[in-house]
């Protein structure tokens, strides 16, 4: 492993600033109907992926990709100094850790797991910051060591008052601003899968219970230092809904007069396939430059600014690499040809999850780009799972309906590579269900040359931790 992390450092020093990928480079890549190449994997780069992890179904991330999008995220604009956070939840191995660690990109865990895995691959806890639904019954430890808290509840903020009473101890508060940005949804109010902020979001405190003058009592109450306010909206990422939000948080700074940073949560658009919009970073982040800057004339403080982005920095960075285990045809009016892979919701839930769609490449068993062949089908892909809610193929945004994709026509034993894997895929998923081993994860260097960063889980780690008691 120190020749892969030896590799990681330098790769991270010796590249230019490269710009992000728009999602109309990616679409006019994919709209071919028999590509030579995925979104980063070619039929020869597969295959060398899948001897590296000793078969399929595994997940493969390429350093160029992530290296691009953390360069656009380190320029993202800002009026004083910014940090950038990776919201590690959404691919947590620790070779992704180090490398944006080495790039100066700092940590947004969610839970106190979260905390003690970053710390484990050598992060500094003073880079980690602490936002989550549950506060760890450790949470004191974990501060003392460095991490830094958002109190996301007003008990939460009680505990850690309580704790820590007559110290005047930092605390960052986490604010719902009382709307929300969701990829999946166009309310800002009302309830989504991938909405965070409003009425219908349980995360962070209430933005009355600020203005107030709840959390600025509980604040005086217990002596505390309130450092940093931190809003969090979602993952649509909808400039407009982004700006406003970034002028209200700032009027939450105001009433705390210690606070040095402001963190503007929210994952940003990726645009996977034809017809999403990826994020524009400079555009989203140049008004609230000046935002920032009418603040520091009328406060008389310099803000930093905080992001915390996880989709847009390793999304189109990863993908699951599977092999088609059978084809199976049904006829009439509603027929389908259905293809079936060795992977699926135990690996990729997002589609059956949220109804999202992934661009899906074919490649030949070979390996060989000349094998690739002109013909098509369309076709339904569909995972290893008895579930009939393993969807690889779902109408777009309607994870109980499915839809056909008109692909290579592909045989058993062939290559399947869903890209857009990168994120919210081997952190979030069903893994193990019908006893599917996790699967392993490579790491594609800029040359091709392939590092296995985490072994297939075996059968026998799966339950191992059971215990037989005779009833």
Same mark, same amino acid.
């Not at 399929?56 to 290296?67: D, F, G, H, M, R």
């Not at 919201?87 to 620790?94: D, V, W």
């Given at each position: 492993?120190?020749?892969?992390?030896?590799?990681?450092?330098?790769?991270?020093?010796?590249?230019?600033?490269?710009?992000?990928?728009?999602?109309?480079?990616?679409?006019?890549?994919?709209?071919?109907?028999?590509?030579?190449?995925?979104?980063?994997?070619?039929?020869?780069?597969?295959?060398?992926?899948?001897?590296? =992890?000793? @078969?399929? +179904?595994?997940?493969?991330? *390429? /350093?160029?990709?992530? $290296?691009?999008? !953390?360069?656009?995220?380190?320029?993202?604009?800002?009026?004083?100094?910014?940090?950038?956070?990776?919201?590690?939840?959404?691919?947590?191995?620790?070779?992704?850790?180090?490398?944006?660690?080495?790039?100066?990109?700092?940590?947004?865990?969610?839970?106190?797991?979260?905390?003690?895995?970053?710390? =484990?691959? @050598?992060? +500094?806890?003073?880079?980690? *910051? /602490?936002?989550?639904? $549950?506060?760890? !019954?450790?949470?004191?430890?974990?501060?003392?060591?460095?991490?830094?808290?958002?109190?996301?509840?007003?008990?939460?903020?009680?505990?850690?008052?309580?704790?820590?009473?007559?110290?005047?101890?930092?605390?960052?508060?986490?604010?719902?601003?009382?709307?929300?940005?969701?990829?999946?949804?166009?309310?800002?109010?009302?309830?989504?899968?991938?909405?965070?902020?409003?009425?219908?979001?349980?995360?962070?405190?209430?933005?009355?219970?600020?203005?107030?003058?709840?959390?600025?009592?509980?604040?005086?109450?217990?002596?505390?230092?309130?450092?940093?306010?931190?809003?969090?909206?979602?993952?649509?990422?909808?400039?407009?809904?982004?700006?406003?939000?970034?002028?209200?948080?700032?009027?939450?700074?105001?009433?705390?007069?210690?606070?040095?940073?402001?963190?503007?949560?929210?994952?940003?658009?990726?645009?996977?396939?034809?017809?999403?919009?990826?994020?524009?970073?400079?555009?989203?982040?140049?008004?609230?430059?000046?935002?920032?800057?009418?603040?520091?004339?009328?406060?008389?403080?310099?803000?930093?600014?905080?992001?915390?982005?996880?989709?847009?920095?390793?999304?189109?960075?990863?993908?699951?690499?599977?092999?088609?285990?059978?084809?199976?045809?049904?006829?009439?009016?509603?027929?389908?040809?259905?293809?079936?892979?060795?992977?699926?919701?135990?690996?990729?839930?997002?589609?059956?999850?949220?109804?999202?769609?992934?661009?899906?490449?074919?490649?030949?068993?070979?390996?060989?780009?000349?094998?690739?062949?002109?013909?098509?089908?369309?076709?339904?892909?569909?995972?290893?799972?008895?579930?009939?809610?393993?969807?690889?193929?779902?109408?777009?945004?309607?994870?109980?309906?499915?839809?056909?994709?008109?692909?290579?026509?592909?045989?058993?034993?062939?290559?399947?590579?869903?890209?857009?894997?990168?994120?919210?895929?081997?952190?979030?998923?069903?893994?193990?269900?019908?006893?599917?081993?996790?699967?392993?994860?490579?790491?594609?260097?800029?040359?091709?040359?392939?590092?296995?960063?985490?072994?297939?889980?075996?059968?026998?780690?799966?339950?191992?931790?059971?215990?037989?008691?005779?009833?």
């Amino acid at each position: 492993m120190s020749r892969l992390f030896a590799f990681l450092a330098f790769c991270s020093t010796a590249s230019a600033f490269a710009p992000s990928i728009t999602g109309h480079t990616r679409s006019s890549e994919l709209s071919m109907a028999n590509p030579t190449k995925s979104v980063f994997l070619t039929p020869e780069t597969a295959k060398a992926c899948i001897e590296c =992890a000793g @078969g399929t +179904p595994l997940y493969a991330y *390429s /350093l160029e990709k992530l $290296e691009e999008s !953390a360069n656009a995220c380190l320029a993202f604009p800002n009026a004083y100094g910014l940090t950038v956070r990776y919201a590690m939840k959404a691919c947590p191995n620790s070779s992704i850790l180090k490398y944006f660690s080495s790039k100066g990109i700092h940590i947004d865990a969610s839970s106190g797991y979260e905390v003690r895995r970053a710390m =484990a691959a @050598g992060i +500094p806890a003073e880079h980690i *910051s /602490l936002s989550t639904q $549950e506060l760890p !019954a450790d949470f004191a430890d974990l501060v003392d060591m460095g991490i830094k808290l958002n109190a996301c509840s007003v008990s939460q903020l009680e505990r850690f008052g309580q704790h820590y009473a007559g110290t005047g101890a930092k605390i960052g508060v986490r604010v719902n601003p009382g709307v929300g940005s969701g990829g999946f949804s166009k309310s800002t109010t009302s309830f989504s899968k991938t909405n965070v902020g409003g009425p219908s979001s349980s995360f962070g405190i209430w933005h009355e219970l600020v203005t107030d003058g709840t959390v600025p009592a509980i604040v005086e109450k217990y002596g505390l230092s309130v450092e940093r306010i931190h809003t969090h909206i979602g993952s649509g990422s909808d400039p407009e809904i982004w700006q406003q939000v970034a002028t209200k948080s700032l009027s939450f700074c105001k009433l705390f007069p210690d606070v040095t940073a402001l963190n503007l949560g929210g994952g940003y658009k990726v645009g996977r396939v034809e017809g999403e919009k990826t994020t524009d970073l400079q555009l989203i982040g140049q008004p609230v430059v000046e935002a920032f800057r009418q603040f520091a004339q009328e406060e008389g403080r310099e803000l930093k600014l905080e992001i915390e982005p996880g989709t847009f920095l390793v999304a189109m960075a990863g993908a699951l690499v599977s092999t088609i285990q059978d084809k199976v045809i049904t006829t009439g009016d509603d027929g389908h040809t259905f293809l079936k892979l060795d992977a699926g919701m135990t690996d990729v839930l997002r589609p059956s999850l949220y109804g999202a769609v992934h661009p899906i490449t074919l490649f030949p068993a070979s390996g060989k780009t000349g094998d690739v062949g002109d013909e098509t089908e369309s076709v339904v892909v569909v995972g290893h799972c008895c579930e009939s809610g393993d969807l690889m193929t779902p109408k777009p945004g309607e994870p109980e309906d499915l839809a056909e994709r008109a692909l290579r026509k592909a045989t058993i034993g062939d290559i399947c590579v869903m890209d857009g894997s990168g994120a919210y895929c081997s952190g979030m998923s069903t893994k193990n269900y019908n006893s599917f081993p996790e699967a392993p994860e490579v790491l594609v260097g800029k040359n091709g040359e392939t590092f296995l960063i985490r072994k297939r889980q075996s059968l026998e780690q799966i339950y191992a931790n059971e215990i037989t008691v005779e009833v």
